[in-house]
């Protein structure tokens, strides 16, 4: 069964500060697809990034990268500089090919201080 | 282009009173989630559409939800006798294809059962 677990609950930083977020799953299949979402205040999810099973290069967006190992099952962000804008719960997320369903992890929730 | 459309935002009724949400996805998204987020938790799924056929509504409690999509399009998700425990945010996404891309959530509906 497919599952996703996002271990910190809660991290708080001081701005500028670099913070790691991680995220490990759980599947049996060979081709799926992992995601991860920022929940701000407002309360709507935003999507930030994809990846498939088969696509282990690494990715920056910015202040955003994200590191994906297959050998650990992690799909980690980092931000990088953090700002007080970052502040937010964010979700991985895993979607299997077999069964097509989009599962969430419980969410880290990112405080960050002036 | 609009993304995910949700009404009603609030919602506040009395427990054993029927309640309905709706969803508009976005135009040509052919897949749509219902998912469930109680406080400090990450969405549940409730059921997912591929077009108007629902696909995966295993967790979800027929004996009090019923959902439906007609034409493949809009969406509605009804609870009828609604009970306390049923507070939460309800959360519309749709996606292109299935698991394989990623989801766009709309705003959501927060009920509140009193």
């Known amino acids: 069964a497919q599952k996703v677990t996002q271990a910190q609950t809660e991290i708080s930083v001081v701005e500028k500060e670099d913070v790691t977020l991680d995220c490990v799953y759980e599947t049996r299949d060979t081709t799926y697809y992992l995601f991860w979402y920022k929940q701000p205040p407002s309360g709507e999810l935003v999507f930030l990034i994809r990846r498939n099973s088969f696509d282990e290069q690494n990715e920056i967006s910015g202040r955003y990268s994200w590191n994906f190992q297959k050998s650990t099952s992690s799909f980690n962000f980092t931000i990088t500089a953090s700002q007080v804008v970052d502040s937010a719960v964010y979700f991985c997320a895993l979607s299997e090919k077999s069964t097509d369903k989009l599962i969430f992890g419980t969410g880290t929730r990112l405080q960050v201080f002036p | 282009e609009a993304g995910v459309v949700q009404s009603p935002r609030y919602k506040i009724i009395e427990k054993k009173q029927p309640v309905a949400f709706w969803c508009n996805p976005i135009s040509g998204h052919n897949t749509l989630y219902w998912y469930l987020q109680n406080l400090g938790q990450g969405p549940e799924l409730l059921i997912r559409?591929?077009?108007?056929?629902?696909?995966?509504d295993s967790q979800l409690p027929k004996d009090r939800f019923s959902a439906e999509r007609l034409k493949g399009v809009d969406s509605t998700l009804k609870i009828q006798p609604a009970e306390l425990g049923d507070s939460a945010v309800y959360l519309c996404?749709?996606?292109?294809?299935?698991?394989?891309?990623?989801?766009?959530f709309g705003q959501g509906t927060r009920l509140t059962v009193v």
């Open positions: 996404a749709s996606s292109l294809v299935g698991g394989e891309t990623e989801a766009f």
């Open positions: 559409y591929e077009n108007e056929e629902a696909v995966d």
